[in-house]
């Protein structure tokens, strides 16, 4: 088992940034691929990021890339989502996945509660 906790949440005005933290518990993180993803009110959840277990590939959707970047930190447990220029389109709940074969992309396993951000105009 995996517990994932997201943070960092909030509301920002279009332009600004937040950096969105998940920190994990339960199992190895470093042998863990994990990933962000939104869900914008009546839509979809959609896939935002994903690092692989060293965070040597990382993956966008394209319409994030350029803006966010998802990092992590082995020694902390925490995979970490940096987002800047957010735009109003950015408001979702936002969250941290983890999958076990440590590529960042592919089938997620473990979810954690979800962080809402809010971009106001």
């Known amino acids: 088992q995996v517990q994932l906790v997201e943070s960092g949440g909030g509301l920002v005005q279009a332009g600004g940034s937040l950096r969105l933290s998940c920190a994990a518990s339960?199992?190895?993180?470093?042998?863990?691929?994990m990933g962000w993803f939104r869900q914008g009110p009546g839509k979809e959840r959609e896939f935002v990021a994903g690092?692989?277990?060293?965070?040597?590939?990382?993956y966008y959707a394209d319409s994030v890339k350029g803006r966010f970047t998802i990092s992590r930190d082995n020694a902390k447990n925490t995979v970490y989502v940096q987002m800047n220029s957010l735009k109003v389109e950015d408001t979702a709940n936002y969250y941290c996945?983890?999958?076990?074969?440590?590529?960042?992309?592919?089938?997620?396993?473990?979810w954690g509660q979800g962080t809402q951000v809010t971009v106001s105009s």
């Open positions: 996945a983890a999958e076990v074969m440590g590529r960042g992309q592919g089938r997620y396993t473990y």
């Open positions: 339960g199992r190895t993180f470093s042998t863990l691929g």
């Open positions: 690092v692989s277990w060293s965070g040597a590939s990382r």
